[in-house]
Every structure is written in C-alpha cells, then in structure tokens.
C-alpha cells in the first residue's frame, strides 16, 4: 500500500468518526407541539368520563383552539354535553361538571327529541333504524264521536330504544325495540303529546329512491 493511500484511508475514517462523535453529542430536536387529552373512541353524550376513555394526541401549540381541555386529569369525572368523535379535541364548552341535560348532536338547535311507545304493527314492524324518515299518522277524536286524520310528514328517526333507555338495532332480524324517538319541532311534539293522550299514532315508512 503506496503512502498516499495511506493517509487517504486515515483521513476518511477520522472524518467518519468526527461524524459519529457529533451524531451522538449534538441535542436532540424538541418534539413539535405539546400533548393534550383527545377521545380514544366515540363518547356519546351524557357519558361521565373515565381515564381508559381518553387519549394523548400532539399538536402545535397555535393550532390548540381557545377551551381546549388540556389535561386528561381535567377531564375526568366530567360529563359530555354533546356526543365525541374518536380523536376529537376535549372542549371545556362541551364538557359539565354534573349531568343537567344534553345536547343531541343529531338534533338541530331548538329542535325537540319525541320518544313514543308504539306496537310494531304502529311502528312499520320495527323495520326502522336510525336516520329512517317517517311519515307519522295522527287519528284523533274530532268531539263528535269522529276521527280526525292529521299527517306530521317526513320525520327522522332519531333513536331506537329499549325499555332501559339503552340504544338497540330494530329490524327483520332485531328485538323490538320499547321507544321510538323522533327528531320533531316544537309544534309537532305538542301535536304527538297530544295524540299520545287522546288518539292513535301510526308511523309509516318514506321510502324514496335517490335520483
């Protein structure tokens, strides 16, 4: 091996050394953002949180929304107003400390939820899910020994629920669920309160087809 050679070699490895050496020493870079509490799975409203429900998730400190819950340990115990999406930022605005009402995310602001306990032959035979719409038939009395016919159209179905208030799946195949809840305005929950009390209430599938 030639002289030049040698101190070729010798320069290329003290070169990769010097390398390695700063590789090792230099400080490390900060991770981006910080870690704030997110939802390890859907939460649905009314639930009291608990540890196991929660996640970490980093995020840029500019990128935090005003309200954001920022740790787990402030999350839990409380109640959500509001149901939560998997990874979904901890708002204190969607967050009690006591369970006073909730908020139905499937429901629009001053809508009403109408929980009605029908016979199946009433209910389409419970072959409902959440999200079917519903034309809902009023038969009441007119005073005069008559009936009258009155048509709430196009309602959405908002829940199905078992005796318990537990969420259940209706169908060809499903237990018959105990309440059928209705996404329904103001006046129209006063015309079901009404039919409720004095007359019959039959629901009856919308069944279009999408254009």
């Given at each position: 091996m030639t002289?030049?050679?040698?101190?070729?070699?010798?320069?290329?490895a003290a070169a990769?050394?010097?390398?390695?050496?700063?590789?090792?020493?230099?400080?490390?870079?900060?991770?981006?953002?910080?870690?704030?509490?997110?939802c390890a799975g859907d939460v649905p409203a009314g639930t009291r949180l608990e540890p196991g429900m929660l996640a970490t998730?980093?995020?840029?400190?500019?990128?935090?929304?005003?309200?954001?819950?920022?740790?787990?340990?402030?999350?839990?115990?409380?109640?959500?107003?509001?149901g939560l999406r998997k990874g979904e930022l901890l708002s204190e605005g969607r967050l009690s400390e006591e369970a006073g009402g909730v908020l139905h995310?499937?429901?629009?602001t001053g809508r009403r939820i109408a929980a009605l306990s029908l016979?199946?032959?009433?209910?389409a035979g419970w072959w409902l899910s959440v999200g079917s719409r519903?034309?809902?038939?009023?038969?009441?009395?007119?005073?005069?020994?008559g009936t009258v016919h009155e048509v709430l159209p196009d309602l959405r179905v908002a829940a199905l629920l078992d005796a318990k208030g537990n969420p259940v799946e209706a169908g060809a195949r499903g237990a018959a669920p105990a309440l059928l809840?209705?996404?329904?305005?103001?006046?129209q929950a006063a015309r079901l309160a009404e039919a409720g009390w004095e007359g019959r209430i039959k629901a009856i599938i919308v069944n279009e087809t999408m254009k």
């Open positions: 002289r030049r050679r040698q101190v070729l070699i010798a320069v290329a990769t050394l010097l390398s390695v050496s700063y590789l090792a020493v230099r400080p490390q870079a900060e991770p981006v953002g910080v870690e704030i509490p997110v998730a980093r995020v840029p400190v500019d990128l935090i929304p005003d309200g954001a819950v920022r740790s787990a340990e402030d999350a839990v115990g409380r109640i959500t107003d509001v995310a499937g429901a629009g016979a199946a032959e009433d209910a519903v034309d809902v038939h009023l038969l009441l009395p007119d005073g005069g020994g809840c209705l996404d329904v305005d103001e006046a």
